[in-house]
């Protein structure tokens, strides 16, 4: 089988940050990188998990939920995946995530989604660990810029 694009970033150059990873027709896929890979350490289940519940809640009520196709967790538990149409331009998909961890970074109360009839492990959850991630790579994408999405080869 082929090596898919994505085997193919450079995981020992990667620093954390927002990149384009795939552009398919009109869908564009977002490599949210929240960890240095293989550095020792790891975004934990339970926050991984919480960020997740609140980053999909938070972008698809939001002014481009239109836009929206999927969020979801890397299986290497360093960031995750966001995929848009491109009629969001990148710009404000800079500023709609930034929006969204200064969001999970301050939020109280109870997670959405997490009730034992709405999720498939809904003890598995860390509102603390997903707060202190989101309020790091917030701060990550302060000041990000569009020509700071492209992999470098
Ligand atoms: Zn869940």
């Known amino acids: 089988m082929n090596r898919i694009a994505s085997f193919?970033?450079?995981?020992?150059?990667?620093?954390?940050?927002?990149?384009?990873?795939?552009?398919?027709?009109?869908?564009?896929?977002?490599?949210?990188?929240?960890c240095i890979p293989n550095a020792g350490s790891f975004l934990e289940?339970?926050?991984?998990?919480?960020?997740?519940h609140l980053f999909a809640t938070?972008?698809?009520?939001?002014?481009?939920?239109d836009g929206i196709v999927y969020v979801g967790p890397m299986g290497c538990r360093t960031?995750?995946?966001f995929l848009t149409r491109d009629s969001i331009p990148k710009e404000e998909v800079i500023s709609l995530l930034r929006e969204t961890?200064?969001?999970?970074?301050?939020?109280?109360?109870e997670i959405p989604g997490a009730a034992e009839a709405e999720c498939g492990n809904f003890r598995d959850h860390d509102l603390a660990g997903a707060k202190a991630v989101a309020?790091?790579?917030?701060?990550?994408?302060?000041?990000?810029?569009p020509e700071r999405m492209a992999y470098r080869a």
């Open 8 to 34: 193919c970033v450079d995981h020992t150059k990667l620093e954390k940050g927002l990149y384009v990873s795939r552009i398919d027709g009109d869908v564009i896929t977002y490599d949210l990188r929240m």
């Open 45 to 52: 289940n339970g926050a991984l998990h919480t960020i997740e």
């Open 58 to 65: 938070y972008v698809r009520n939001s002014r481009w939920t």
């Open 79 to 81: 960031g995750f995946y």
């Open 101 to 109: 961890f200064r969001f999970i970074a301050g939020f109280e109360g």
């Open 135 to 145: 309020a790091d790579y917030a701060a990550v994408l302060d000041g990000w810029t």
